[in-house]
Every structure is written in C-alpha cells, then in structure tokens.
C-alpha cells in the first residue's frame, strides 16, 4: 500500500511539472505558450493581434498571453480565449472588479480600464488556484 501511494504521488508531482500553470513564473515558457497562442488567434481570425485596433489578452494553456500588459486609463483591453477546449474567465478580485463571463473557445469579452493608475492583478476565475493562471495589467494616466 505504502508503495502504491509514493508511486502516485511521484505521478502527481511529475503532471505538475509538466503543466503549463508554471508559465506566469517562467518567462521562456510563458514566450513559447503565447507563441502558440498568437498562432492559433491568427488560424481564427485571420490576422495577428497587434493588427486589431484595441490591446488584446489571449488565453491559452492556463496562460494570460501577455501576462503583463500596460494601458492608459481608460483604454479597452480585449480578452480572446484561443483554447481549443477549455474556458477562462478574467477577475480583477483584488480590485473589486466582477469576474468575467466565462469565455468558451473562440469567445472574447472588453474591459475599459475606469480604474486609477496603478498595478491591477487579475486571476482567471476557474484556473488561478489550480494553475497560477495570474495577469497584471499596469494603467498610467
């Protein structure tokens, strides 16, 4: 029995080596999961994201891709979620802010930033605890 619980503890602690949910701490990994994730916004609409006329914030892999972003206040920031199967949510907790519908693949929801200047970490709903899926958007004046 003994054995049977270290040998599922071992597998447990190597899934979580594997999982994308270090990718908010781990700069190159977060590089290489956005990469993916401007791939799979271009299969879908056609173009990259920087061509669009407002910031966008892809969700992919457990990931806010940028994980950082800054904005003026009161720009509008787009989040998109480019997964194939899983949704996301954005919440700015700390700020008071009413987390987010939950976005399915392919689906998008607008924030304008009312909030002062300052930085703002926001968490997806379903996946901050269980994945470090974490953002900060930073608003200047």
Known sequence: MRSLVVAIAASVAL???????????DPEK???ICEKAEERYQEIFGKPSAEEPIPIV????YTF??????????????WVNVDKR?????WFKDAGKEESVRLFP????????DLPPG?????????WESDDMIGTVTVTE
Do not use: I, N, W
Not at 15 to 25: F, K, L, M, N, R
């Open 119 to 127: 930085d703002y970490p926001y968490l997806c709903g379903p996946h």
């Open 86 to 90: 899983t949704s996301h949510s954005y």
């Open 30 to 32: 977060a590089a290489e």
């Open 58 to 61: 892809l969700m992919y892999k």
């Open 106 to 113: 392919d689906e998008l929801a607008e924030m304008t930033f």
């Open 65 to 78: 891709c940028p994980v950082h972003l800054t904005v003026k206040q009161g720009t509008t920031v787009r």
């Open 15 to 25: 899934a979580a080596a594997a999982s994308p949910a270090a990718a908010t701490s």
